[in-house]
């Protein structure tokens, strides 16, 4: 898989996710980005999960079962996956690729509920990428391609080491809610390009997520 193939598919997920009518250009890079990790791991490509979803296996599957929603079916099957994975190797009180803070959260599934159903718009790119191995900095090609303005420069470096477990520390300095808003594209891009570290391994990137009680007492 090269940075083409990456940026390609990338570009085509989020094109998908426009036309059944997400507008916002934050929710468009961060779940299109989603859904390219989310099959990067699938069982059938690095076997980070075990899943499916975004497979041709995982839509024939989904068209059964829930034919009239199966765009949004398969979008939030495969952001729960992803939010497990990551759950599973960082404590609660986290913010990482596939869980940025409740109130980022709630809004993301607004906005994938109110996506529209239609036959035809489907994941082809995604289902057809194929990942035998991966290089460190797979991801900066989709941070190229981002609304987000970021540059490489501006990302924060990993306070661990990605070699050191399952999951490191981005910074010592951590979040609070009223925090994310503002700072949400430099955190995004920069928990991408975490994972842009994860070849044969899920290593997964976080920040810490503070109580805003924590804060008003430092």
Do not use: H
Request: aromatic share 6%; proline share 3%.
């Amino acid at each position: 898989m090269t940075s083409a193939d990456v940026a390609d598919v990338f570009a085509s997920t989020r094109e998908t996710l426009e036309k059944a009518g997400m507008a916002d250009d934050f929710f468009l890079d961060l779940v299109a980005s989603r859904l390219v990790v989310e099959r990067v791991g699938e069982s059938s490509n690095q076997d980070w999960w075990e899943s499916r979803v975004l497979s041709e296996t995982g839509r024939s599957r989904l068209s059964e079962v829930t034919p009239k929603t199966r765009l949004k079916s398969r979008i939030t099957l495969a952001l729960k996956v992803g939010r497990k994975a990551e759950s599973d190797r960082v404590a609660d009180d986290s913010i990482s690729l596939f869980s940025l803070g409740p109130q980022i959260e709630s809004r993301i599934t607004a906005a994938i509920e109110e996506l529209e159903s239609n036959d035809d718009l489907t994941f082809e790119a995604l289902e057809d990428l194929s990942v035998q191995s991966l290089e460190k900095g797979w991801t900066d090609a989709i941070i190229t391609a981002t609304a987000s303005n970021i540059s490489s420069t501006d990302i924060t470096e990993p306070q661990q080491s990605p070699e050191s477990g399952e999951s490191y520390l981005i910074g010592e300095k951590g979040y609070t809610q009223d925090e994310i808003e503002p700072d949400k594209w430099r955190i995004f891009t920069t928990l991408l390009r975490g994972y842009g570290q994860c070849t044969d391994q899920l290593q997964v990137p976080y920040y810490t997520l503070e109580s805003e009680l924590k804060s008003e007492n430092a």
